[in-house]
């Protein structure tokens, strides 16, 4: 059986300057890479594959299938290949790639050079969001250093394989986690989500064959290939297999990252973290982000792998736990995922610039206790409107929140009308609250 | 004014990383607010002379971006997180209190120039909520008497040191960094946060380890047996207790 914690990503985050190239070398770091060198592009890919690793953005589509799209190289109209990262970390909750990369660079890096071998690209780009900048300073450090001591560049490792690889730093948009906007983004436009088809694989970066990952599947690479695709795919369960960073936020004694085979439960990683809040129990909680449709204590039993919370009725996304106790208002939680939402929406398709304006209207004045009962239907209505009618996800997303939380709060969404306000006190909610006794 | 001519290489040398130019326009308008203070007409237009674009096209990018400015930037920008987990942790309370103490609105600068106050969306840090970023640096686990303390010294010009991340030096030397030159201070600062070690301290305690991997149990000094026998005993109970909870 495999222990309860697995520290693989998250193994070498304690040592000393572990950022720092010889940090990481001291653990063996760029042993894989010389493994990856030794075998075919195609073999890495297959590795990649029969691992079972799957994105680690949020939507879990399998890494190595994903790396298999792109059409075979075309000798009458060569076009390079391009690796973007997709580091671009902003869904509300989501907190591992950050850490990730202000610890262990060298990590994401050997990733890429080991991704970008396996697929054949020259070229590969990080694209981190604009506001870490001390993830920025260790990224392009990394970098340099990866040059300096020849696993980037030229004839890597004396293989005859060039890669170059640029760091990126995005300029606060969250619609550029969405991959094609990130794209757009990349190329120096406003970064919104373009039509599909063609998917990137086919058109990408510079309308070239492109493969976007996350910057944790990128980071899961070198040690699947150290250790195999077997050992990978020997944690976790048999269609969500391998290990993951959970995040956990919020009303837990422990807050943190807990790196752990997918499949555990919230009722386990919560007793991990010393249980909820003194004096307090859990009300709701985010399996993957706030654009993952709510769960309750009724969920604590749910395997957070793929299939478990989809059929439990949300998505494990990006495994962003966050935790609220029953002092939160969750129509006060709503509405600010909800205007959120609606200052993050691109404003490129209607359903979605003019349904998060809406929404967040309704929102308010129910939060506010001064709308009526009829405008929960109201809100269902305008979801469905969103829903499934948005260019992109983030549309879909903004919706998920509120249907959830109509399902299973609309109780405390009329104790707003019934008593003109909101019955909660949030001073009870900080984090420096007095424990209620 | 247009811009100096050392300012016009560097926006060249942005563009020169790029297989296609234009990719450049990011970074570039970050080295426009290091050197400009915001994102100034100047800047626009020398963004658009450099990639052979037209002033409207750059504008219409740097407009959809949250962190190009258009008014000035105080010497620090201070960004407290309201997006609900945050919020719901004391963010609110912190920016109330900033608000009223720099006697500002939101995306406003204080009268001395010293600060620009922010409220901002989740930055990605939220098992140290509640956070308020300084120049994009984190500064984890805040209170309203923190954060209180925290821009009074940016304002005194005391140094002040990011909690994970390096000293704090200024809105426009981090928009240097953003644009893609180094400012030296990367060993600055550990390498992870106590939360972000949390899971890995509790594995390492308990024996926890993924199976045969390099940094696991396997790993343990060679030249300490007894520390071995330790772990794999801790480990070894840990699996019983763990086998009885599944009879349960």
Redesign the interface.
Known sequence: ????????L???????????LPAYAA??GYDALDVALGMAPEDVQTMVKDSGLRGRGGAGFPTGVKWGFLPPPDPENPK?RYLVVNAD???????K???LM???PHTLVEGVIISSYAIRAE?AFIYV??????V???L??AV?EAYEAGHLGTNIHGSGYDLEL?????????ICGEETALLD???????QPRLRPPFPAVAGL?ASPTVINNAESIASVP?IV??GAD?FA??GTEKSAG?GI?????HVK???????PLGITLRTLID??GGIREGHELKFWTPGG?STPLFTQEHLDVTLDFEGVAAAGSMLGTR?L?I?DDS?CVV??VL??TE?YK??S?GKCTPCREGTWWLVQVLERLEKGQGSPEDLDLLLDQCDNILGRSFCALGDGATSPITSSIQYFRDEYLAHLEQGGCPFD??K????AEAVQ | MSLAPETFDELREIAARYPQARSGLLPMLHLVQSVEGRVTPEGIQACADVLGLTPAEVSGVATFYTMYKRHPVGTHHVGVCTNTLCAVMGGDEIFACLREKLEVGNDETTADGSITLEHIECNAACDYAPVVMVNWEFFDNQTPESASQLVDDLREGREVVASRGARITSWREAERVLAGFEDGLVDEGPAAGSASRVGLELARERGWAAPGDAHGSSDLPEELPEAVEVADTRRAESETIAEEASDD
């Open positions: 059986m495999t222990d309860t914690l697995t520290p693989v998250t193994a070498n985050w304690g040592d000393e300057r572990a950022w720092t653990t063996g390079p970390e902003s869904e509300p909750g989501t907190c790639d950050i850490p202000m610890a262990s070229r969001r604009g506001e870490v900048l001390h920025v300073r260790r392009r450090a340099r640029v760091v990126h730093a995005g300029a606060g948009a969250y983004s990349l190329e120096g436009r406003r970064g510079y040690a150290k250790n050992w020997g944690m290990v959970f995040s956990l936020s919020g422990r807050p943190g990252q807990y790196e752990a991990l973290a706030s962003a966050q609220f939160v006060r939680a600010r995922w959120f200052h993050e691109c949030a001073k909610s900080t984090a420096w």
